[in-house]
Every structure is written in C-alpha cells, then in structure tokens.
C-alpha cells in the first residue's frame, strides 16, 4: 500500500520560514517527480512547485520563487520544499504528490499540513 506523508508544518510570522518534508513508502520516490500543491482557505487548489526525478528540473508558481526552494535527497528518498518570506497569503494545506514527469497528472498524493502564517 503506498501512503505519501507531509509534515513540518506550522503556525509563522510574516517572514518566517518553514520546511516542510514528503516521504513515501510503498513506493521509491527517487522514481518519480514530485509536485507540491496547496489549498487556500475559500481557495482552489493551486500547484506551487515541482521537481524532476533527479532533482536537475525544478519549477515554481510565479508568488512563490525567489521564496522557496524545492529540493531531494534520493538517498533519503525524502522531498523537501523550504519555504522562506512567508506571508499570510501563503497560508494553506500543503500537500505533496507523485507524477511520471512535472506536468503530468499526479497519482499518490498526501494528506497535507497546515501551514499558517500570521501576526
């Protein structure tokens, strides 16, 4: 069974920085791209960022680069999305998921984890 599993969210000021983590088990995440997404509150889902299988492609929603930053470790088999200059309007449910190739649909995807960013 393959479950895809976020965490590191939380509660930060305006300008903070949080990173938030993807693990997968049932399957080698090192296999596939992985995308992040998120859901603002009244807000369609939105996708922020993604990254290739082998880390050398990233790409990211236009609000958020120069901000976050995307990165693996297949070591670890680990995605990572640091998020820095947080601001309220980044507040949402943060969820990770898997794809063949950024762009393509997206297959496994995780519970999410909340991230609030507020005074």
């Known amino acids: 069974q393959v479950q895809v599993v976020e965490s590191g969210g939380g509660s930060v000021q305006p300008g903070g920085s949080l990173r938030l983590s993807c693990a997968a088990s049932g399957l080698t995440l090192n296999y596939y791209a992985v995308g992040w997404f998120r859901q603002g509150p009244g807000k369609e889902r939105e996708g922020v960022s993604c990254i290739s299988s082998g880390g050398r492609s990233t790409f990211y929603e236009e609000s958020v680069k120069g901000r976050f930053t995307i990165s693996r470790d297949n070591a670890k088999n680990m995605v990572y999305l640091q998020m820095n200059s947080l601001k309220p309007q980044d507040t949402a449910v943060y969820h990770c998921?898997?794809?063949?190739?950024?762009?393509?649909?997206?297959?496994?995807w995780g519970q999410g984890t909340q991230v609030t960013v507020s005074s």
């Open positions: 998921a898997t794809t063949d190739r950024c762009g393509r649909p997206y297959s496994y």
